[in-house]
């Protein structure tokens, strides 16, 4: 299928000012009940991260490599995700309305960034190793930097999105032994049709509240927003990027040397 035909893709080199994802974003906070709020900076977390994949990218480079590029799809017309793609990429192109999911899926699992694709999905909820959703891996990152503990914790997520809430309950609720460690927690989901009072009573309950609404009066930890878990995003969006670069270069090698031998034996 023709990119051209589908959309108008939007490119930003690796780790230059204002880098783009396709997740809308979202005002998530993050708390830890205790008695007076301690404000998390997703901005300073995110700054180390870049500068771990930055240093990554450049002994990448140094090997004699290809420096990573990410490209961007955007789909639909929701002013949010117009405005954070663009705020990102500096750069707009004309896009065309196609269905989301089949473009998710169209994407190769090994270069999908955003880890929207079946197959990155379905490795996920296995706990095996996968392109992790840049948001939900950020609120993980921030949890494991942070050392807010999860195990055996409680803990509540508001929102049961696709994009976000069902990855970050994943990964707090799944086994840390496993091959892609989760938190161990017990994880309670709440969406809109999740009654007021039976909310109330799981945040009462929950060791650890990840929320869309403010939560500050009676959390121990909190990411303000803006400048929380948004800076978190893009960071792990840009860990993603270098890590797909590794794997498709892998992919590439392991193709070589297959024709060869083939060749050989021939």
């Known amino acids: 299928m023709a990119a051209s035909s589908l959309m108008s893709a939007l490119a930003a080199r690796l ?5 783009s994802c396709s997740l809308r974003p979202r005002p998530f ?3 830890a009940v205790r008695n007076e709020a ?3 900076s997703g901005r300073k977390l995110a700054q180390e991260i870049k500068q771990e994949v930055r240093q990554e990218v450049e002994e990448w480079v140094a090997s004699g490599n290809k420096r990573p590029h990410l490209s961007v799809i955007l789909v639909g017309e929701n ?3 117009h405005s954070y793609v663009l705020n990102k990429t500096r750069a707009a192109a004309d896009v065309e309305h196609i269905d989301e999911r089949r473009i998710c899926n169209a994407v190769s699992p090994d270069k999908d960034v955003d880890g929207f694709h079946v197959i990155n999905v379905g490795r996920m909820c296995l706990d095996q190793y996968s392109m992790l959703p840049a948001t939900p891996w950020g609120v993980w990152e921030i949890i494991k930097r942070t050392g807010i503990p999860t195990l055996g914790k409680n803990v509540v997520v508001a929102g049961r999105s696709k994009n976000v809430g069902m990855p970050i309950a994943m990964l707090l609720h799944t086994d840390g032994a496993h091959e892609r460690p989760g938190g161990d927690a017990t994880v309670t989901i709440s969406h809109r049709y999740t009654p ?3 909310l109330k009573k799981h945040t009462i309950l929950a060791d650890i509240v990840i929320s869309a609404a403010g939560v500050r009066q009676k959390a121990g930890y909190i990411t303000p927003v ?3 878990v948004g800076p978190m ?3 792990m969006l840009m860990k993603n990027t270098i890590i797909a670069a ?5 992919l590439e090698e392991r193709d070589v040397k297959s024709k060869e031998l083939g060749v050989a034996t021939n």
């Open 226 to 228: 803006p400048g929380g």
């Open 233 to 235: 995003t893009v960071a």
């Open 15 to 19: 780790l230059q000012p204002a880098h």
């Open 196 to 198: 007021k009072e039976q």
């Open 79 to 81: 002013p949010a995700s």
């Open 29 to 31: 906070h993050l708390a």
């Open 38 to 40: 301690v404000v998390i």
């Open 246 to 250: 590794k794997k498709v270069l892998r």
